[in-house]
């Protein structure tokens, strides 16, 4: 198993893993205890150059890693 491989299993494991937990933390701490919540509240009462630096590093990332490109219909 090289380091690629290596990577997109510990990705995987813990993709899993959050999604288990948000399942778990709504269940038995209701709405208020998911990750989505606690991010969203985290995110409005930070700075707004803080948000945004971030939403432009997280999405950089998603184009860089997924590879997405704007659809080009002239072709």
């Known amino acids: ?14 993709s899993i893993f959050l999604v288990l937990y948000d399942l778990f933390a709504l269940y038995f701490f ?14 409005f009462e930070s700075n707004p150059l803080l948000v945004f630096m971030l939403g432009m590093v997280f999405g950089g990332l998603i184009v860089h890693f997924f ?9």
Request: hydrophobic share 45%; no cysteine; net charge neutral.
């Open 30 to 43: 209701g709405a208020e205890g998911t990750i989505s919540v606690v991010i969203n509240e985290w995110a």
């Open 1 to 14: 198993m090289n380091g690629k491989q290596i990577s997109v299993v510990v990705i995987g494991i813990t």
């Open 67 to 75: 590879k997405w490109k704007p659809v080009n219909e002239s072709l």
